[in-house]
């Protein structure tokens, strides 16, 4: 099993800047690869950043050239650097890992909130 804790969000002014975190355990070296996800009031949940155990990632096109996503030792953990925040970056973040090629475990979410 994996499990994961996230942490970092908050409240922050348009063009601020967060860093989000969440911290894989259990059978951690079983991980392919680790993503960002966010929900919007009223709106579908979305992938904003996908990081794989290869080192590559990918990225929604409405966070590109704001959002980084990277990882640290064996993809215990996952980082989400968000900078020039705008209010429709406002959602629930949830961190997932998907794992043994078949399973997906998600943090609980953090709240992201861009005031304007």
């Known amino acids: 099993q994996v499990q994961m804790v996230e942490s970092g969000g908050g409240l922050v002014q348009a063009g601020g800047s967060l860093r989000l975190s969440c911290v894989a355990s259990g059978n951690i070296f079983s991980i392919n690869a680790m993503r960002w996800y966010r929900q919007a009031p009223g709106k579908e949940r979305e992938m904003v950043a996908v990081?794989?155990?290869?080192?590559?990632?990918n990225y929604a096109d409405s966070v590109k050239g704001r959002f980084t996503i990277s990882r640290g030792n064996a993809m215990n953990t996952v980082y989400l650097q968000m900078n020039s925040l705008k209010p429709e970056d406002t959602a629930v973040y949830y961190c997932n890992a998907h794992w043994a090629a078949i399973y997906d475990s998600w943090g609980q979410g953090t709240q992201v909130t861009v005031s304007s």
């Open positions: 990081i794989t155990s290869g080192g590559s990632t």
